[in-house]
């Protein structure tokens, strides 16, 4: 098991909260150019931003909601650049890791439990270190099949781990009227 520590990540919602502001505020930021996706990393086609980008935004952030964040993500670290973020997947990078489709990487991590416990959940969606998801998550998963060999795709785990993944999940679609 990975013992990498992963810092504290600000989503939308986290972002938000700590900035005393509703979530859609934060996509009007970054619409209008305030904050952008530079110092985010991007998974399954959500922005997660260090903590520490959410709190030098807010210049004065809401304390409450910081130490809310932070209890939340318990173990965690302080990093201010997104480049001290370890390699991390959703359910979107691991459908591609398998080769399963999305519904079924879903169906896998709610209603089977088969990919354990994630390693962190930011604004509702579960997080795994890509070391650990590789090393301790699939060999689970090949211990209790009876009929596939679960083998990760050597390719698109060598892109994830050298931030340059451009499968789904990979960068943010466009929703409601902007997608039009």
């Keep these: ?107 896998m991590y709610r209603s089977k439990g088969q990919l354990g416990e994630a390693d962190r959940r930011v604004s509702g969606a579960p997080l795994w270190l890509l070391d650990r998801f590789v090393a301790d998550v699939v060999p689970a998963l090949r211990e209790k099949s009876r009929t596939k060999d679960w083998v990760v795709d050597a390719e698109v785990e060598a892109a994830i781990r050298e931030r340059r993944y451009e499968g789904p999940g990979s960068c943010i679609l466009p929703r409601g009227r902007a997608a039009k």
């Design 1 to 107: 098991m990975s013992d990498e520590v992963i810092p504290y990540l600000a989503g939308t919602q986290e972002f938000a909260a700590v900035c005393g502001v509703a979530p859609q505020q934060v996509s009007l930021w970054v619409k209008r150019g305030h904050i952008d996706y530079s110092n985010a990393v991007i998974i399954s086609g959500k922005a997660y931003w260090p903590l520490a980008e959410a709190r030098r935004h807010a210049g004065a952030p809401d304390e409450a909601a910081l130490k809310a964040v932070i209890a939340e993500q318990e173990h965690g670290r302080w990093a201010d650049d997104v480049s001290e973020v370890p390699p991390l997947v959703g359910l979107q990078e691991i459908a591609e890791l398998l080769h399963v489709t999305r519904i079924q990487a879903g169906a």
